[in-house]
Each structure stands twice: as C-alpha cells, then as structure tokens.
T-cell receptor, first 116, second 111 residues
C-alpha cells in the first residue's frame, strides 16, 4: 500500500514552454501533498505544500507564478513549470501524506526535467 | 543558522561489515527524525522513524539511534550486502509539519 506515482518520469522541453507534472496517490487519500526539487548530489528542497481544495503554501524563494500547483482532489496534485528555462532543469519529486500529522510521507519516483 | 549535515564523502565498506552513517543537526528541535534510502534517479523510500523521546529503533538489519543532546542520529546497517548500496538521507520533521533533508551519504558495499 501507500504508492505514489508521478507522470511523466522524464520530460525534455524547449526553453519558454510550460511543463505539467502529475502526482497521484494510488491507494490512499492524501491529506497533504508536497513538491520537492533536487539538484545533482544535493538535498531535496521543499518547494511547496498543498492541501486539497486550497491554495498551495510556497517556500521562501520559490516563485508561485512560475511553479503553479493545483491540488484538485485527494489523490491528484499537479505542478506546472511555466515558461521553463534551462536553470529549471532538475529532478522534481512529490510526496503525499495520508494523515494530518504528516508523520510519514510517501514519495513518488520523481520526474527528470531537462529544459533545452 | 539551521543546518543538517551528513558526510558528503561516500562510505565504502566490505560486504558483511556494519555500515554506520551519521546525521548531525544544529538549531533545530525536531519532533521526529527519519531515514530514507534513495537510489539513483528514484524518489526516497522511507526506512525508519525515531521520535525525540526514543533512544534507539530497530528494523531487521537496520538500527537508528537519536541523541537530542548531541543533536545526532546514527544509522547502522548490519551484515551489509551489495544491494544496500544507495544514498541514505536523514530528515528532520520540524513543528511546521515539514521534512528538512540532509544532503545524503552514499554507501557502497563491495562484494
């Protein structure tokens, strides 16, 4: 149980285009979903926290107009990287928590984004 | 400033030995500390959670200790196997409901 999927697993896009990444909790309802970014050999950095039906809370330094998060249901959250640039190339990982305590987060397999 | 530090150098050990990884932190008061395994190009996989009032936790060949005075957690893998080779991340669960990750230590177990 507690499986989280992400789609796509890899995406290559041209600079200036927008890319949408989906995060789904397959066998549980996620109270909260989190989006992280990880650069090579670096730690996971939390970008934003989202609860179903409400606006996402963004971490300091993360542009909310560039990284649009929609949490439309208890099993689906999407991250849209708008007007992507090469510096947005990274590994994007979502996680989902099934309790309000958020004690345990279940992570997706990640999405590798390459912006040319 | 707040920091989480894991040894950035890879740890190389021989199969069958015990691997010990360290996680130190400063200026945090975590309610919990967690350890994750991450394979290349994959998301982290949860391994163990230890609470602030627990000294030690075990799960099969894994053991975690948590010393809130030293602000340190040790992660042990006994009887290590080549399949244990991966990057291991510690993460602090702070009172804002967020997980703060260390940069991870890569373990390489040689047959």
């Amino acid at each position: 149980g507690a499986v989280v999927s992400q789609h796509p697993s890899r995406v290559i896009c041209k600079s200036g285009t927008s890319v949408k990444i989906e995060c789904r909790s397959l066998d549980f309802q996620a109270t909260t979903m989190f989006w992280y970014r990880q650069f090579p050999k670096q730690s996971l950095m939390l970008m934003a926290t989202s609860n179903e039906g409400s606006k996402a809370t963004y971490e300091q330094g993360v542009e909310k107009d560039k990284f649009l998060i929609n949490h439309a249901s208890l099993t689906l959250s999407t991250l849209t990287v708008t007007s992507a640039h090469p510096e947005d190339s990274s590994f994007y990982i979502c996680s989902a928590s099934q309790t309000a305590a958020q004690e345990t987060q279940y992570f997706g397999p990640g999405t590798r984004l390459l912006v040319l | 400033s707040q920091k989480i530090e894991q040894n950035s150098e890879a740890l190389n050990i021989q199969e069958g030995k015990t691997a010990t990884l360290t996680c130190n932190y400063t200026n945090y008061s975590p309610a919990y500390l967690q350890w994750y395994r991450q394979d290349p190009g994959r998301g982290p996989v949860f391994l163990l959670l230890i609470r602030e009032n627990e000294k030690e936790k075990r799960k099969e060949r894994l053991k975690v200790t948590f010393d809130t005075t030293l602000k340190q957690s040790l992660f042990h893998i006994t009887a290590s196997q080549p399949a244990d080779s991966a990057t291991y991340l510690c993460a602090l669960f702070v009172n804002t409901g967020k997980l703060i990750f260390g940069q991870g230590t890569t373990l390489q177990v040689k047959p």
